[in-house]
């Protein structure tokens, strides 16, 4: 008889990600994501020109946030891959532009939302990926259960 090697998620019920702490992450980063593309929306149609970096970069945490949104919010090996990935992304936007954006804030005409480590969102955007990769890897995909 074949083993089964696929991996798989630890918790068998119906989503880890609808109750308790899952639902929290998912909502805040739902929060977070409409937030983003509103503030991005708004800046990129009415005044563009005056920080296109900072626009620009506001729109991609808009995209980051909302990639990591949908997949966390989606129960697969895949959609848990691709939340790590955009995660991850999320990390290092907020550490890279927080970082820039206290170092050379002459570059940085307007806030974004990582802008120094997201002190204009009470500093959520700092600590919120490593929220949410300490709640990926306990709801990592595993081994099949024969092999755990």
Do not use: C
Not at 82 to 104: D, K, N, P, Q, R
């Amino acid at each position: 008889m074949a083993e089964n090697n696929a991996p798989q998620h630890t918790d068998h019920s119906p989503s880890a990600r609808s109750r308790g702490l899952g639902r929290l992450v998912v909502t805040v980063y739902g929060i977070f994501a409409i937030s983003a593309t509103a503030r991005a929306g708004y800046q990129i149609a009415t005044k563009f020109t005056e920080a296109p970096l900072a626009y620009t970069l506001s729109a991609v945490a808009a995209v980051v946030y909302i990639v990591a949104t949908v997949a966390m919010a989606r129960r697969s090996v895949a959609t848990w891959y691709l939340t790590v990935g955009a995660v991850l992304l999320e990390l290092v936007g907020v550490l890279a532009v927080g970082t820039f954006s206290v170092v050379a804030p002459q570059d940085f005409a307007q806030d974004t939302v990582w802008s120094v480590y997201g002190r204009g969102y009470g500093f959520v955007p700092l600590v919120l990926p490593f929220v949410g990769l300490a709640w990926l890897y306990a709801n990592r995909p595993r081994a099949a259960a024969g092999s755990r």
